[in-house]
């Protein structure tokens, strides 16, 4: 009896030091997250603050100081031939001017080619610093989170071993000799795996991307890299920083983008699998990827990937869209197709009823999202129709589940249209379908005389189109895409103002009082009544 | 026999009294380390807070900074116009007074644009040789915030690293501790020929973390 009480008391004193040890080994993690948890949010703040001082920094170089440099440069370009005086003039302050910011300045100017290098002078003056600053931020949230359950698994386990020490406490107390040793050796246990748990816990590494040399500031270089387009290089920085920390997720998706860009397909999919199978579960990489597998064809991962988007995180419309275009081309019927394109329509309308009813305006990047899909499938319809200017990623072979079905999916693309329209301006979607009927547009120049392609110092065109079945007062919505992109300083909403039928010409001036001219390159132009889509034309400024 | 049981009873009481100074000098050390690790926790914040006010002084003073040197430039472009304008007025021919008219009308139209930019930044910063000092301009800006509210987040994050140091050294004088009960624990339980080095070892680990206690209490302040 006496032995065993002193042997518990020893067995206390033992569970009593280790107790001790484990809260030194607390404390020192808990400073270590402390210390990680300081260091991310000034990380964070220094983020913030150097990405408005470089903002403002490059904003003067490029808005004011190249601004009064392009002034006398344009000045001595246009000053009269015998105009020698004027000429030096111009030519001695554009000179000058060059002194107010070092981007007109070796080696972010060229002298021969007289133009300004402003990528590599955003990289240099402060996008790498920011890159550099934001990966530390990241990589301090990281530390602190492992130090972080570090700590929580030392109070779990000096927890188990306080259960220890109640449990060896009450062996003492017991009169039953089977129930003293059960107590004491269960107490015994306790402490044991809770030591052992312990010690295993302290001997696990806390990786800190910081500490490891190389990594960051050749990812960083890498970013810098990729801002100035230069993309093999981008790729070689990334791959020193994968080099220096083979589980760095962030430079295998930098390196990704840079083969991406490089349509070195085949790495950066390889080099997005190894992001994904490091851990990152983002919905960004996953629909990028899928995009990539789509590019090579490789539809059933692509749709695999675009699904797991989604589910990632519903909200990301762009995912659906995709995820239906995907669908499309891999020859999915048409009803799974519909399906995916209804849930992105779907999360639109609830967006925006959501928006609508606290009073704001609807996200602007619904219709972006809008236009890339409608512009999506116009393209493959312009492929299925063997038009030239069909698309590039999936060309008329690859859609051979799709021949024949250039209707269907242009009647798509319309109901999208519609739809964005609809929401757009009237916050729901179309309600019945259109009864006005539009032939497709002509695109006409200011002395009426029909073209498919114009000079870009044509300031007005006219577009005309057969209709019937309008009213007065309904609204008249024309949209001009340039290259692919809203151009939204043409758009017109008007009430229309022609009567039920016949032939309208409609006057569109390149901006108010056509002082600009269009823009070069393809215009794609639609009309819409009452926010659905009626016709659409198009036309080249050259 | 009665004086081996004495020995007995004043031994049982010498380690009675040991285990409860380890005990208290213990719980004291735990609060000490309490204490410091606090301390680091506030004086983290005092350096967060600066970072952040002096994130913002940057920020702020860069707008406004670029602002004024954008003044200064366009300022500059007019007057440098005026005055090229100006020289070849003078150098015209006295009778060539049409060019000299049309120089006049560009000279004050250059002239007022000038004007009008010059009222939009401070000369204080306008270099004796006609250059704008940019860097002059943000330290100065920086330098009236950093009179008005704490900028400097270095010393705040020096302390909490010092305490947190302290609070880790304290914790470990507490494990000496902790461990001399291991040892009056061995001095009451093994025979009585173990007893006596069971209970010196005890002491030296009692006073060996009372000392390390007091060293990095007091040495770290």
């Known amino acids: ?542 | 026999m009665p004086e081996t049981i004495e020995t007995q009873d004043r031994f049982e009481v010498l380690l009675a009294i040991l285990i409860a100074l380890a005990t208290v000098i213990g719980a004291f050390v735990a609060w000490r380390a309490f204490v410091a690790g606090n301390a680091s926790g506030d004086a983290d914040f005092m350096g967060i807070s600066a970072v952040l006010a002096s994130e913002e002084a940057r920020a702020i003073n860069a707008v406004n900074a670029y602002e004024s040197y954008g003044a200064y430039v366009s300022y500059r472009q007019y007057r440098d116009l005026a005055i090229r304008l100006q020289a070849e007025r003078d150098a015209l021919p006295e009778d060539d007074t049409l060019t000299a008219a049309r120089l006049q009308a560009q000279i004050d139209l250059a002239l007022t644009a000038s004007a009008i930019f010059q009222q939009r930044f401070s000369r204080q910063f306008v270099l004796r040789d006609g250059s704008y000092n940019l860097e002059g301009q943000l330290n100065t800006l920086y330098a009236d915030q950093a009179r008005q509210r704490n900028l400097n987040a270095a010393p705040s994050f020096a302390e909490a690293d010092k305490q947190r140091t302290k609070s880790s050294w304290l914790q470990g004088a507490a494990i000496p501790l902790a461990v001399s009960l291991i040892f009056f624990t061995l001095a009451e339980a093994l025979p009585k020929r173990f007893r006596l080095p069971m209970l010196i070892i005890g002491v030296l680990l009692l006073v060996g973390g009372t000392a390390a206690f007091l060293y990095f209490d007091l040495s770290i302040v």
């Open chain 1, 1 to 542: 009896m006496e032995t065993f009480n002193r042997l518990i008391a020893f067995l206390i004193a033992c569970v009593a030091a280790m107790i001790s040890v484990i809260a030194l080994w607390q404390s020192n993690s808990a400073a270590m997250d402390a210390q990680a948890s300081r260091d991310f949010q000034r990380y964070g703040l220094e983020v913030l603050g150097l990405r408005v001082s470089g903002d403002a920094r490059v904003n003067f170089d490029y808005n004011r100081a190249v601004s009064v440099w392009q002034f006398f440069d344009l000045l001595a370009f246009n000053a009269d031939q015998d105009d020698t005086a004027g000429r030096a003039r111009y030519a001695a302050l554009r000179e000058a001017a060059r002194q107010n910011t070092p981007l007109l300045q070796p080696p972010y100017f060229d002298p021969q080619a007289q133009t300004e290098d402003i990528a590599r002078y955003e990289a240099e003056r402060y996008l790498i610093n920011l890159a550099r600053l934001t990966e530390q931020f990241s990589a301090a949230l990281r530390a602190k989170e492992s130090w972080s359950s570090k700590t929580n698994a030392y109070a779990i386990h000096q927890t188990l071993l306080s259960v220890s020490l109640f449990l060896l406490g009450l062996a003492v107390t017991l009169a039953n000799r089977f129930m003293r040793r059960l107590f004491a050796a269960i107490g015994m246990l306790i402490a044991l795996l809770a030591t052992a748990a312990a010690f295993s816990t302290w001997a696990t590494p806390i990786r800190d991307l910081r500490q490891v040399p190389d990594a960051i500031d050749s990812y960083a270089e890498g970013i810098g890299l990729m801002h100035q387009s230069r993309y093999e290089d981008a790729r070689v920085a990334f791959g020193r920083a994968i080099s220096a920390a083979p589980d760095y997720i962030s430079a295998y998706i930098g390196r990704a983008t840079a083969a991406d860009a490089l349509d070195d397909l085949p790495a950066a999919i390889a080099d997005g699998e190894r992001a994904r199978a490091l851990g990152d579960t983002s919905s960004q990489l996953a629909s990028s990827l899928a995009w990539v597998y789509a590019r090579v064809y490789r539809f059933e991962d692509s749709l695999r990937l675009y699904e797991e988007a989604v589910r990632v995180n519903p909200d990301e419309i762009w995912a659906y869209f995709d995820l239906g275009l995907v669908r499309l081309v891999s020859g999915a019927p048409l009803g799974q197709v519909r399906a995916a394109y209804d849930q992105g329509a779907a999360l639109a309308s609830r967006l925006t009823a959501e928006r609508r009813a606290s009073g704001g305006a609807p996200p602007s990047y619904l219709w972006d999202a809008f236009d890339d899909a409608s512009i999506q499938l116009d393209r493959l319809v312009r492929t299925l129709r063997e038009d030239e200017l069909g698309d590039e990623v999936f060309p008329f072979e690859q859609l051979r589940g799709l021949h024949g079905q250039a209707a269907a999916v242009e009647a798509l693309s319309h109901e999208l249209k519609s739809l964005a329209v609809s929401l757009e301006y009237y916050g729901v979607p179309p309600t019945a379908l259109p009864i006005a009927k539009f032939s497709p547009l002509r695109v006409l120049d200011a002395e009426a005389t029909l073209a498919e392609s114009f000079a870009s110092d044509e300031t007005v065109l006219l577009l005309q189109t057969d209709y019937s079945g309008m009213r007065d007062g309904s609204d008249l919505l024309i949209k001009f895409f340039n290259e692919g992109t809203e151009d939204v300083s043409l758009r017109v909403f008007e009430a229309w103002r022609h009567g039920e039928s016949g032939t309208v010409e409609i006057e569109v001036s390149s901006s108010e009082g056509g002082a600009y001219a269009f823009r070069t390159g393809l215009y794609v132009v639609e009309i819409y009544v009452d926010g659905q889509f009626m016709a659409s034309g198009r036309f080249i400024v050259e």
